[in-house]
């Protein structure tokens, strides 16, 4: 049966919304008019001209009240080049008081309600922080990969910096080799970074109900295989696989771990060492013990957003460390006679440097010591864990102190994101009192 109703018509028009160029031809010119008027104009210019000129003029004036020198004046003092420059820019960053008002209250505000941190750090899920080259070595390319070396060697002139070593390999053998050749086990112990262990809390996704793999750079394998067939050896105290309901090995807005966490790996680190160095018993070693102390405070990720002080955003966080003594109530110190020597980075250092703010003397190296119930001798330095402990070693050996002397094992701790993102500078250890920086390392 055919239908008896009517069809309707469509009626096309030519000529859209305000922005259809078919009805106007300076559209189609691509010329469009405003009209402001004058006084308009005249406003938004003075505001404009208010808003440049007050940061300047309020920074002049803060600084004639403290009495402090422009570092404006530094551009006059010797000719412009890259580098002064460069130096130049930093400092009028330093010193702008416009940026340390404005700055803080800004990130509070973006960090409290939009989860917006800064290049140095990532606000997960529930108020955990990351360190921000933590996230980029687990997220990141091989860092085995040679485009990624060549990128990392050949940038780093391009921003004003000295030439790095990218590649982490040579370093770790020749250091390995000027061991072996005074009969000292090297071990080497990069610390797994935050985001692979603690990932749910970084982005949120996965079922935690189930285990979940540990997450890697895709170098690490290849890299862990290539080290351990050439005899170095390597401790990695990262679980096989992340189980629902775990204690956090991770302290909630810090880089570095808990205390309850670094204190087993301490214990497993301890094992190992003797086992691969075939560390005979200890004599003569101070009998020690660890008593438990409570510290608060929020992480040194909180101190990275550079917050006001009197932020509330991020409460610190209540932990309890075991401080290492001695019989006598001595606090624990590192013993240069030891026959085991750390170099260590700010894990290292974590929970037993005082100016770190969790603790004293209750860190890896003191459990170290008392896992092993021996002496044990530290050279930590914070950050740049890829060449800084190395070079300090280095420095005393070519000044005529033997560091080295006695040592049957030398544990070179790192964060593993340094493999990615350090320096791995070369150092000649052609004779122990003449180590220094290799050539072509700065």
């Given at each position: 049966?055919?239908?008896?109703?009517?069809?309707?018509?469509?009626?096309?028009?030519?000529?859209?919304?305000?922005?259809?160029?078919?009805?106007?031809?300076?559209?189609?010119?691509?010329?469009?008019?405003?009209?402001?008027?004058?006084?308009?104009?005249?406003?938004?210019?003075?505001?404009?001209?208010?808003?440049?000129?007050?940061?300047?003029?309020?920074?002049?004036?803060?600084?004639?009240?403290?009495?402090?020198?422009?570092?404006?004046?530094?551009?006059?003092?010797?000719?412009?080049?890259?580098?002064?420059?460069?130096?130049?820019?930093?400092?009028?960053?330093?010193?702008?008081?416009?940026?340390?008002?404005?700055?803080?209250?800004?990130?509070?505000?973006?960090?409290?309600?939009?989860?917006?941190?800064?290049?140095?750090?990532?606000?997960?899920?529930?108020?955990?922080?990351?360190?921000?080259?933590?996230?980029?070595?687990?997220?990141?390319?091989?860092?085995l990969d040679p485009d990624f070396i060549h990128t990392r060697e050949s940038e780093a002139p391009d921003d004003g910096a000295s030439a790095i070593h990218a590649d982490p390999r040579p370093a770790?053998?020749?250091?390995?080799?000027?061991?072996?050749?005074?009969?000292?086990?090297?071990?080497?112990?990069?610390?797994?970074?935050?985001?692979?262990?603690?990932?749910?809390?970084?982005?949120?996704?996965?079922?935690?109900?189930?285990?979940?793999?540990?997450?890697?750079?895709?170098?690490?394998?290849?890299?862990?295989?290539?080290?351990?067939?050439?005899?170095?050896?390597?401790?990695?105290?990262?679980?096989?696989?992340?189980?629902?309901?775990?204690?956090?090995?991770?302290?909630?807005?810090?880089?570095?771990?808990?205390?309850?966490?670094?204190?087993?790996?301490?214990?497993?680190?301890?094992?190992?060492?003797?086992?691969?160095?075939?560390?005979?018993?200890?004599?003569?070693?101070?009998?020690?013990?660890?008593?438990?102390?409570?510290?608060?405070?929020?992480?040194?990720?909180?101190?990275?957003?550079?917050?006001?002080?009197?932020?509330?955003?991020?409460?610190?966080?209540?932990?309890?460390?075991?401080?290492?003594?001695?019989?006598?109530?001595?606090?624990?110190?590192?013993?240069?006679?030891?026959?085991?020597?750390?170099?260590?980075?700010?894990?290292?250092?974590?929970?037993?440097?005082?100016?770190?703010?969790?603790?004293?003397?209750?860190?890896?190296?003191?459990?170290?010591?008392?896992?092993?119930?021996?002496?044990?001798?530290?050279?930590?330095?914070?950050?740049?864990?890829?060449?800084?402990?190395?070079?300090?070693?280095?420095?005393?050996?070519?000044?005529?102190?033997?560091?080295?002397?006695?040592?049957?094992?030398?544990?070179?701790?790192?964060?593993?994101?340094?493999?990615?993102?350090?320096?791995?500078?070369?150092?000649?250890?052609?004779?122990?009192?003449?180590?220094?920086?290799?050539?072509?390392?700065?």
């Open positions: 049966m055919q239908s008896s109703l009517p069809i309707p018509t469509i009626s096309v028009t030519r000529g859209g919304g305000p922005t259809d160029t078919a009805h106007d031809e300076k559209l189609r010119r691509g010329i469009i008019d405003t009209s402001v008027s004058r006084p308009v104009a005249l406003a938004l210019s003075i505001v404009f001209l208010a808003i440049i000129y007050a940061v300047p003029i309020g920074q002049a004036v803060a600084e004639k009240v403290k009495g402090e020198d422009s570092p404006l004046l530094s551009l006059f003092e010797h000719a412009p080049t890259k580098a002064s420059l460069r130096q130049f820019e930093k400092d009028v960053e330093q010193a702008s008081y416009p940026k340390d008002f404005v700055q803080p209250r800004l990130q509070l505000l973006l960090s409290a309600v939009g989860r917006a941190g800064n290049k140095r750090c990532i606000i997960g899920r529930q108020r955990w922080l990351y360190y921000a080259p933590g996230v980029t070595y687990l997220a990141g390319p091989s860092f770790i053998l020749a250091f390995k080799e000027a061991l072996g050749k005074r009969g000292i086990k090297l071990i080497l112990f990069p610390v797994p970074d935050k985001a692979m262990l603690q990932p749910l809390e970084l982005h949120g996704r996965g079922d935690r109900s189930v285990p979940i793999s540990v997450p890697r750079n895709p170098g690490w394998q290849a890299f862990v295989d290539e080290m351990r067939a050439k005899g170095v050896a390597i401790f990695d105290p990262a679980p096989e696989a992340l189980k629902p309901g775990e204690t956090p090995r991770y302290l909630e807005q810090d880089t570095h771990w808990t205390p309850e966490w670094m204190e087993q790996v301490a214990r497993d680190l301890a094992r190992f060492a003797a086992e691969k160095a075939s560390l005979p018993a200890a004599s003569g070693a101070p009998t020690l013990h660890a008593r438990p102390d409570v510290v608060k405070r929020v992480g040194d990720l909180v101190d990275m957003l550079k917050l006001p002080e009197s932020q509330t955003a991020f409460r610190p966080q209540t932990v309890t460390v075991h401080t290492v003594e001695d019989g006598g109530g001595t606090a624990w110190e590192p013993d240069p006679a030891g026959d085991v020597l750390l170099l260590g980075d700010s894990f290292s250092n974590v929970f037993t440097m005082e100016p770190m703010g969790w603790g004293v003397a209750a860190g890896l190296a003191p459990q170290l010591a008392l896992a092993l119930g021996r002496r044990v001798d530290v050279i930590a330095q914070n950050d740049s864990g890829a060449y800084v402990t190395r070079q300090a070693l280095a420095r005393e050996l070519a000044a005529g102190e033997d560091r080295l002397a006695g040592k049957k094992v030398v544990i070179w701790e790192f964060a593993a994101r340094e493999l990615s993102v350090g320096d791995w500078k070369p150092l000649d250890w052609s004779s122990p009192g003449d180590a220094r920086v290799g050539a072509g390392a700065r």
